[in-house]
């Protein structure tokens, strides 16, 4: 599905709770044409999918350059080892994980990429060391992540049902939606605000 000029979504996330339990999650897989930059990569279960839709964009695995998690929860992982490339995301997830070998820093992203119009902003809350995804093409798109898992998140100013910082959460939400003309949450179809 095209989002804006050289912005695609993969795949929609899910999420379907049984009262408090989440029975399944699955993240929302954006794919960045220009630097053929995918942002999260959905879960395990969703590698097919997503290539599928990549060859209906005309793209395999192997044209994918780099993947920006925006956190390193499995739901938002599960794809990654589909694909040869860099893999960025915050360094406090990267520690937390313990996964430094395999993570690259986010900052570094811009040192590899001519990466103009995309931007990487820091949207904790949700969990240290959220980042979310900016491109500035023909519309400013935020993937968002877990910083707005569901719309009802961006609609009605509530935080993710899961977070380490309900005050940070409800600041990333806010700096979102100031500068979102379209937001793709983590578990959820995009949404375009009107501003």
Same mark, same amino acid.
């Given at each position: 599905?095209? &989002?804006? /000029?050289? #912005?695609?979504?993969?795949?929609?996330?899910?999420?379907?709770?049984?009262?408090?339990?989440? /029975?399944?999650? =699955?993240? =929302?897989?954006?794919?960045?044409?220009?630097?053929?930059?995918?942002?999260?990569?959905?879960?395990? =279960?969703?590698? !097919?999918? &997503?290539?599928?839709?990549?060859?209906?964009?005309?793209?395999?695995?192997?044209?994918?350059? %780099?993947? &920006?998690?925006?956190?390193?929860?499995?739901?938002?992982?599960?794809?990654? $080892?589909?694909?040869?490339?860099?893999?960025? %995301?915050? $360094?406090?997830? &990267?520690?937390?994980?313990? #996964?430094?070998?395999?993570?690259? *820093?986010?900052?570094?992203?811009?040192?590899?990429?001519?990466?103009?119009?995309?931007?990487?902003? $820091?949207?904790?809350?949700?969990?240290?060391?959220?980042?979310?995804?900016?491109?500035?093409?023909?519309?400013?798109?935020?993937? @968002?992540?877990? @910083?707005?898992? !569901?719309?009802?998140?961006?609609?009605?100013?509530? *935080? *993710?049902?899961?977070?380490?910082? !309900?005050? %940070?959460?409800?600041?990333?939400? /806010?700096?979102? /939606?100031?500068?979102?003309?379209?937001? #793709? *949450?983590?578990?959820?179809?995009?949404?375009?605000?009107?501003?």
């Amino acid at each position: 599905m095209r &989002i804006c /000029k050289g #912005v695609y979504l993969l795949k929609v996330g899910e999420l379907e709770r049984d009262g408090d339990l989440i /029975k399944r999650a =699955s993240s =929302s897989v954006v794919f960045i044409e220009d630097v053929r930059t995918l942002v999260d990569s959905g879960f395990k =279960s969703d590698c !097919r999918a &997503i290539i599928l839709a990549l060859e209906r964009l005309g793209f395999s695995p192997k044209d994918v350059e %780099a993947i &920006i998690n925006t956190h390193l929860h499995r739901d938002h992982t599960g794809c990654n $080892e589909l694909f040869r490339c860099e893999k960025y %995301a915050h $360094e406090l997830q &990267i520690e937390a994980a313990g #996964v430094q070998s395999t993570y690259l *820093p986010y900052e570094e992203f811009f040192r590899s990429f001519n990466a103009r119009g995309i931007e990487i902003i $820091e949207t904790p809350g949700h969990c240290f060391g959220h980042i979310s995804v900016v491109v500035h093409a023909d519309k400013r798109v935020v993937v @968002a992540g877990d @910083a707005v898992p !569901r719309r009802g998140n961006l609609l009605q100013d509530v *935080p *993710p049902r899961l977070h380490v910082d !309900r005050k %940070a959460a409800m600041r990333s939400i /806010k700096m979102i /939606k100031e500068i979102a003309d379209i937001v #793709v *949450p983590g578990h959820d179809t995009p949404l375009t605000l009107r501003h």
